[in-house]
């Protein structure tokens, strides 16, 4: 199954925007791996939204999601000029952990299987192995592969 | 997200229900600015109806948690299902925050 949609960059319109694409796939998943996947999608369209596109509104976001019953893979690519993903914080660091933002991009790498950065930091791509196609043993063969 | 509030003694409790996202995030900073414009400094957090949490609701309740340090007062959250604590934790706030399993333990810790 693959869907492709785009949004502008309006943070209001994220959380239906997100509940409209992940409605089509839940069907695929448990009931924790739908909260983490509609959290990790709403986290890098906010990101993208805010920090990407500068929420320009006549700046989109392109989501690409593509499922089966192993994985779900999901694409976020925004207009912007791009940004240096590796200079992100550790929010969980001690002198950050009081700071209220920053938190973001570090739950989707944390709750997704695998998190690939591409274009300059214009896109995500966000992997997550599904429990209900794979069995445990295999996941990590899974994740080892894709590494 | 349904926010409604009671009084216990000195402790204000503050219930949320639904979801705790980027859209009604303000909902949830008006409920607390209004808490802190009465000066209440006990303040605990009902997370019972609950279902999700994003970095934005996050966001806000450490703002919340500062504003009362800063006035000498006191945060605690009960109640929290477990795929909205996981969020805490993943993110190591439940190190920052007082989390209880049910309300009356929370009100008891004050």
Redesign the interface.
Known sequence: MTISEKIPSR??L??EFVANITNKVKHLLS??EL?NI??SL??AL?NAIKHGNKQNPDLYVKVTVEADKDCISMKVVDEGAGYDFKALPN??AEGN?????G??I??VQ??MDKVVFFDCGRGIEMIKFLKKGIKEGERENKRREIK | MKISEEKLNDVAICILEGEVNISNSPELRKAFDGIIKRQDKKVLVDFSNVSYIDSSGLATLIEMFQRLKKIGGALRFSNLDQKVKNVFEVTKLHKLFEIFDAREAALKDF
């Open positions: 943070l209001e994220v959380p009931e924790k909260f509609r959290l709403e986290e906010v929010p969980t952990l009081h700071k209220a933002s938190r973001g570090f739950l944390n709750l």
